[in-house]
């Protein structure tokens, strides 16, 4: 009996440990080879982020991503849990008003790490940005058009931004193009 029982132990340790993982590994890569690798945004050769996963941007010359309860590091991915009668979320809440964010920019995601904001959100910040890059809203608009998603396949979702490809957009857009006011 053990020696049955470990030969079925055995047989579904390697199914479910190598045979299986290969398998979905390999079929990840023959469908999405970009995003079973992370979807990592490259930089003359150095990986500066990925599009799947929101980073902090501060700067006034950056749009910025929904806050985020884990600091955008993605080991720990979670929201807050705070609630409404929270007064830290109260606390950060207020602060995110006076600092000029709209709703749609106040609360954290469910993860913590959600990378687009809506087309609101980026419209919100279009004022701020633009003043900070000493650019036109209209140059600052059109970036935020260029890089709208619609909704997946026309039907799912709401058109979004994301802001990693949004920020790159702006900044080479600053480094390449001469200055429009």
């Known amino acids: 009996m053990i020696g049955a029982a470990l030969r ?8 479910t440990g190598v045979v299986y993982p290969l398998a979905m590994t390999g079929f990840a890569q023959i469908i999405s080879r970009d995003g079973a690798n992370g979807s990592i945004v490259r930089r003359n050769g150095i990986a500066i982020g990925s599009r799947l996963i929101a980073q902090k941007f501060s700067t006034a010359g950056h749009f910025w991503p929904r806050p985020s309860a884990i600091d955008y590091n993605p080991l720990p991915s979670g929201g807050s849990n705070l609630g409404p009668t929270s007064l830290d979320l109260k606390t950060r809440v207020e ?3 006076k600092a000029g964010l709209i709703d749609d920019l106040l609360f954290t995601s469910a993860s913590g ?3 687009e904001i809506s087309v609101a959100g980026a419209s919100a910040q279009i004022e701020r940005v633009a003043q900070a890059l000493d650019l036109s809203t209209q140059v600052v608009e059109r970036l935020v058009t260029q890089n709208t998603k619609t909704r997946q ?3 799912f979702g709401d058109p979004r931004v994301n802001v990693l490809e949004l920020n790159l957009a702006l900044d080479d857009f600053k480094a390449i193009a001469p200055r429009e006011k």
């Open 113 to 115: 790490l959600d990378p």
């Open 153 to 155: 396949f026309g039907i």
């Open 95 to 97: 602060a995110s008003r």
């Open 8 to 15: 079925v132990f055995l047989f579904f340790s390697l199914i």
